[in-house]
Structure formats: structure tokens, C-alpha cells
């Protein structure tokens, strides 16, 4: 893997510029680039190099539109408008799945996946790759089957439940206070309540269920948004349990002690 200082002397070198040049783009003397790339000279002749700064860095970074994960050994792509365009919002799923009979299946998206799905899912390969399943009852759209995961939406879905969720054809149809599996470049994956403000502020804020938790309220901008989808229905292992039914029995209960209770005093006195 190629050191720092090579990198810079490839970008050096792209540009056709000497170190002197160089150094006078990004505001810093002659000596610092040669350090930088040829090594001060020491007592026993040999030369040693110096790395570069925050303030080099920053400046080769703006100055010439460099990757910075390229100059961090992250990326082979060195400038900036040679990466690939991010994937924006679109009226029609990237990708879908259809039956033998040309019906669209559910795409199933388990929590293992969804690191790989930000990237993937408008990869035709990618998305074969997933567990798809065709649900009669789900027609008239596109739908995905997501897993849930943590605690946030607690109260309406447990870690580990499944929803099922409609793709969203344009912004102005999100609904308030209904509940989005919203995609975004920089928040992933997540599962939230929604205040639709596209028209007015283009962001969507986006609720947490769970009141009892660390669980803010925050917003995304709407050119951050890859994909939404509006959750239909879900499967869960949570069997809730039948309060009221329970509650009433036991009021019965308390009723029936008393009542008994009341009974026995009245036969003591008459005895």
C-alpha cells in the first residue's frame, strides 16, 4: 500500500506541478512539501520524512477536490469527482422480485443485512440475494419485509418483530404520525413515527415510540433519503398478554374474599 507521501507525490504528479508550485496552492513553504516527500537530511546523511499535518492535509483535500479517504488508504479513487454518484430518491423501487407468474414477491431485509442493503439495494444481484416470499394479501405496490431492531419503537414493535411495509412513490404522500421505514445515506435503516415538512423545510422529522428511553426526535434532509417505505402490518413473538381480562378477574377475585368474608362475620355474630 502506498505511503502518505506518495500519494501527494501522485497528486503532485496528476496535476503537473513541482513541489514548489505545490507547496504555494496549498499556502505553505517549498521546505514542508520537500520534507514532506523527500526527507530532512540528518547528521549520518540518511533523510527522514515527515508527516504531514492536519492543517497540509486539510488544504490538499480543498484545494484540489482530493478524496480523503483516498489520502487515508480507504479508496483508490483520488478525486472527489471521480467517485461514484450517491443514489437519490426515486418515484419507482430501484429493484424488485417477481414470481413465475410475473406477481411481485415481498423482499425480505433481516437485520444481518442492512448494512449491505444501503449499498445493494439497487443492485438486481444484490437483492436476489435476499429471501423474497409472495403474500397474496399484499398487492397494489411494491412491498419489503423488514426486521426490527432495538428498542426505540417500544411500545408499537419489540426487537426482532417483522414489519411489512409499502414503497412510497413520492414525498407529499407521507402521512403524519403514521410509521416509515425510512433509508438515508447517513442514518441507515430506521423505523419511526413521521412530520412530513418537505413542502416547507425539505426534511422529515422523524419519532421515537418509546418515551421511557434516550430516544430524541431528529430530522432528515430530503436529498439524504434513498428509499421510504409506509409499514402496513407486522408480525411479532410478543404475545401480548390479556390485561383487562386478567384485571377484571382479579377484581372479581378481591370481591369474592370479601364477600366471603363478609358472610362468615355475619354467621359468627348471629352465632
Given at each position: 500500500m502506498q505511503q502518505i507521501d506518495q500519494k501527494i507525490t501522485t497528486?503532485?504528479?496528476?496535476f503537473n506541478l513541482n513541489n514548489y508550485a505545490f507547496s504555494k496552492r496549498i499556502g505553505v513553504t517549498g521546505t514542508t512539501i520537500d520534507s514532506i516527500i523527500n526527507g530532512r537530511l540528518q547528521k549520518d546523511g540518511t533523510r527522514k520524512k515527515t508527516k504531514p499535518g492536519y492543517d497540509v492535509l486539510n488544504a490538499i483535500i480543498n484545494v484540489?477536490?482530493?478524496?480523503?479517504?483516498?489520502?487515508?488508504?480507504?479508496?483508490?479513487?483520488?478525486?472527489?469527482?471521480?467517485?461514484?454518484?450517491?443514489?437519490?430518491f426515486s418515484s419507482v423501487?430501484?429493484?424488485?422480485?417477481?414470481?413465475?407468474?410475473?406477481?411481485?414477491?415481498?423482499?425480505?431485509?433481516?437485520?444481518?443485512?442492512?448494512?449491505g442493503y444501503l449499498n445493494g439495494y439497487a443492485d438486481t444481484q444484490y437483492i436476489q440475494t435476499l429471501p423474497s416470499f409472495y403474500m397474496p394479501n399484499?398487492?397494489?405496490?411494491?412491498?419489503?419485509?423488514?426486521?426490527?431492531?432495538?428498542?426505540?419503537?417500544?411500545?408499537?414493535?419489540?426487537?426482532?418483530?417483522?414489519?411489512?411495509?409499502?414503497?412510497?412513490?413520492?414525498?407529499?404522500?407521507?402521512?403524519?404520525?403514521?410509521?416509515y421505514v425510512v433509508i438515508s445515506k447517513n442514518d441507515g435503516i430506521v423505523l419511526k413515527r413521521i412530520i412530513n415538512t418537505t413542502t416547507t423545510d425539505k426534511k422529515l422529522i422523524l419519532k421515537s415510540d418509546n418515551k421511557d428511553g434516550n430516544?430524541?426526535?431528529?430530522?432528515?434532509?430530503?436529498?439524504?433519503?434513498?428509499?421510504?417505505?409506509?409499514?402496513?402490518?407486522?408480525?411479532?413473538?410478543?404475545?401480548?398478554?390479556?390485561?383487562?381480562?386478567?384485571?377484571?378477574?382479579?377484581?372479581?377475585?378481591?370481591?369474592?374474599?370479601?364477600?366471603?368474608?363478609?358472610?362468615?362475620?355475619?354467621?359468627l355474630k348471629n352465632n
Open positions: 497528486i503532485i504528479n496528476h484540489f477536490d482530493i478524496n480523503p479517504n483516498y489520502l487515508f488508504g480507504k479508496s483508490k479513487v483520488m478525486l472527489n469527482q471521480d467517485l461514484p454518484s450517491s443514489p437519490s423501487p430501484q429493484v424488485i422480485s417477481v414470481t413465475s407468474d410475473n406477481n411481485e414477491n415481498v423482499i425480505y431485509v433481516p437485520i444481518k443485512a442492512r448494512a399484499l398487492a397494489h405496490g411494491t412491498f419489503r419485509c423488514f426486521e426490527v431492531q432495538g428498542h426505540s419503537m417500544v411500545s408499537t414493535f419489540f426487537d426482532g418483530d417483522l414489519v411489512f411495509a409499502k414503497y412510497v412513490e413520492q414525498l407529499q404522500d407521507i402521512k403524519n404520525d403514521q410509521i430516544y430524541p426526535d431528529f430530522s432528515i434532509n430530503i436529498e439524504d433519503i434513498m428509499e421510504i417505505w409506509h409499514v402496513k402490518m407486522f408480525a411479532s413473538k410478543q404475545i401480548a398478554q390479556p390485561v383487562d381480562v386478567y384485571d377484571r378477574l382479579h377484581e372479581l377475585e378481591t370481591k369474592l374474599v370479601q364477600l366471603q368474608d363478609s358472610v362468615l362475620k355475619k354467621d
